[in-house]
């Protein structure tokens, strides 16, 4: 076990945390993913439990955040360059089979939010960027070569913006676009914004952009199904989320998972016929921040956490969510 704090070296508040390690009961010696290291609030909390922690990130940035504590944690932290879909394949790598705990906090961190050269907010001027690997495609690429109508359902379908349209057709029209600002106020034209609207209106575009930029939805169900591979039986998944699009495929999932594709006798031997059966039990409600952490943590107030336990049935063909059959 080691002698880190909970928040030791750690520049974030971890949304949720003390609800998290509420849910998770671990215990010292339990393995568990963190599925976005991030500034490290999690795996900083799961360690000072006595657990031992297999941490993903795909951001350089956080990776170099983590060299200390990977030199702190006695061996008990491991670190990998990676998207938390792959964790399955990475682990097995290293003689991982199973672990108790899966944990995935999806979304931009607050740690690429307050950094303005990395491009992924719109209140201070940076690059166009929106890249978590720093690697491929920028936003600045996509929006000054996609065309019109590809951004517009990127607008639509991530942002659940209703006029994405009446956008798509403005950033055509100002192209190029090099900075943050630059399409922020290109938005903001576009929807008629004026002081002392209660939200920036081009929130939603922001989102949507960096959510097609960084496949995120994608990754979500990949490590979704991932997860129900490498969880033992009794291992819990959570997941916290910060807006809707998340929290639905989120709770389809654990749905979908917790019922029988049939309804069939669990007597009755798995076959072709009758379908998978539950890989996932006790589903938790959705758990939100309380006034004391919203009062200390303003950026927490969107975040959803859900939890759900592993059971002894196989996992599911893969595939199976990413289609769409969800129940």
């Given at each position: 076990?080691?002698?880190?704090?909970?928040?030791?070296?750690?520049?974030?508040?971890?949304?949720?945390?003390?609800?998290?390690?509420?849910?998770?009961?671990?215990?010292?010696?339990?393995?568990?993913?963190?599925?976005?290291?991030?500034?490290?609030?999690?795996?900083?909390?799961?360690?000072?439990?006595?657990?031992?922690?297999?941490?993903?990130?795909?951001?350089?940035?956080?990776?170099?955040?983590?060299?200390?504590?990977?030199?702190?944690?006695?061996?008990?932290?491991?670190?990998?360059?990676?998207?938390?879909?792959?964790?399955?394949?990475?682990?097995?790598?290293?003689?991982?089979?199973?672990?108790?705990?899966?944990?995935?906090?999806?979304?931009?961190?607050?740690?690429?939010?307050?950094?303005?050269?990395?491009?992924?907010?719109?209140?201070?001027?940076?690059?166009?960027?929106?890249?978590?690997?720093?690697?491929?495609?920028?936003?600045?690429?996509?929006?000054?070569?996609?065309?019109?109508?590809?951004?517009?359902?990127?607008?639509?379908?991530?942002?659940?913006?209703?006029?994405?349209?009446?956008?798509?057709?403005?950033?055509?029209?100002?192209?190029?676009?090099?900075?943050?600002?630059?399409?922020?106020?290109?938005?903001?034209?576009?929807?008629?914004?004026?002081?002392?609207?209660?939200?920036?209106?081009?929130?939603?575009?922001?989102?949507?952009?960096?959510?097609?930029?960084?496949?995120?939805?994608?990754?979500?169900?990949?490590?979704?199904a991932a997860a129900e591979r490498i969880l033992r039986p009794g291992g819990k998944l959570a997941i916290v989320t910060f807006h809707s699009l998340e929290d639905r495929l989120v709770k389809q999932f654990m749905k979908q998972r917790s019922t029988t594709k049939m309804a069939v006798s669990r007597h009755i031997?798995?076959?072709?016929?009758?379908?998978?059966?539950?890989?996932?039990?006790?589903?938790?409600?959705?758990?939100?921040?309380?006034?004391?952490?919203?009062?200390?943590?303003?950026?927490?107030?969107?975040?959803?956490?859900?939890?759900?336990?592993?059971?002894?049935?196989?996992?599911?063909?893969?595939?199976?969510?990413?289609?769409?059959?969800?129940?």
């Amino acid at each position: 076990m080691t002698s880190l704090s909970p928040q030791s070296s750690s520049p974030h508040d971890p949304v949720l945390l003390g609800k998290l390690i509420q849910s998770l009961s671990i215990t010292p010696g339990s393995e568990i993913v963190d599925g976005t290291f991030g500034a490290g609030g999690y795996s900083r909390a799961f360690l000072a439990a006595g657990a031992r922690v297999y941490a993903f990130d795909r951001d350089p940035a956080a990776i170099a955040t983590g060299a200390e504590l990977a030199g702190r944690a006695d061996g008990a932290f491991r670190l990998f360059s990676a998207c938390f879909s792959s964790m399955q394949s990475i682990l097995e790598e290293y003689g991982v089979a199973q672990v108790d705990n899966v944990v995935l906090d999806i979304g931009v961190s607050s740690m690429q939010l307050d950094q303005a050269e990395r491009g992924f907010s719109f209140r201070e001027e940076g690059p166009l960027d929106m890249r978590m690997s720093q690697s491929g495609q920028s936003a600045a690429d996509f929006l000054n070569e996609a065309d019109e109508n590809q951004i517009a359902d990127i607008i639509f379908l991530y942002g659940e913006e209703r006029k994405s349209r009446q956008i798509a057709r403005a950033i055509v029209a100002a192209r190029p676009l090099k900075t943050t600002l630059d399409l922020a106020n290109i938005v903001r034209k576009a929807l008629g914004h004026h002081a002392g609207m209660p939200k920036d209106p081009s929130t939603r575009t922001f989102q949507a952009i960096r959510i097609h930029i960084n496949q995120e939805l994608d990754e979500l169900r990949a490590a979704m199904a991932a997860a129900e591979r490498i969880l033992r039986p009794g291992g819990k998944l959570a997941i916290v989320t910060f807006h809707s699009l998340e929290d639905r495929l989120v709770k389809q999932f654990m749905k979908q998972r917790s019922t029988t594709k049939m309804a069939v006798s669990r007597h009755i031997p798995i076959t072709q016929n009758n379908g998978p059966l539950p890989t996932f039990t006790n589903l938790s409600k959705a758990i939100k921040p309380d006034e004391e952490e919203l009062a200390r943590n303003p950026r927490s107030r969107s975040a959803i956490l859900r939890v759900a336990e592993r059971t002894e049935n196989p996992a599911w063909p893969f595939g199976e969510f990413q289609k769409g059959k969800a129940a």
